[in-house]
């Protein structure tokens, strides 16, 4: 059975950092690829950034140059640290894995519950 538990959301000002984590288990971390979603109130789950298994990453527009998704496969653990938080970053961050190597999939097979991050002005 995969789970993935994702911790450290909360409540940060704005222009300040926060850092997600999400722990995966009952899956082939190493070679999965890994990806973070956020769903903010009456708008749809939009893609934040993913991973590939090859470590090969892919941003958002909105979040370029401000988060950065990693990974420790030591730890199957896959980070989200969002750097410059804006009030437009607040939203349920969701975590998704797929057991897909060396590319990152369209739709993800496997996804967390959530974790709220509210960024306040």
């Known amino acids: 059975q995969v789970q993935l538990v994702e911790s450290g959301g909360g409540l940060v000002q704005a222009g300040r950092s926060l850092r997600l984590s999400c722990a995966a288990s009952g899956i082939a971390f190493s070679i999965s690829a890994m990806g973070w979603y956020r769903q903010a109130p009456g708008k749809q789950r939009e893609l934040v950034a993913t991973i590939s298994s090859t470590e090969s990453r892919n941003y958002a527009t909105s979040v370029k140059g401000r988060f950065a998704i990693s990974r420790d496969n030591a730890k199957n653990t896959v980070y989200l640290q969002m750097n410059s938080a804006k009030p437009e970053d607040t939203a349920v961050y969701y975590c998704?894995?797929?057991?897909?190597?060396?590319?990152?999939?369209?739709?993800?097979?496997?996804w967390g519950q959530g974790t709220q991050v509210t960024v306040s002005s």
């Open positions: 998704a894995a797929d057991p897909t190597f060396g590319s990152v999939p369209t739709h993800f097979r496997y």
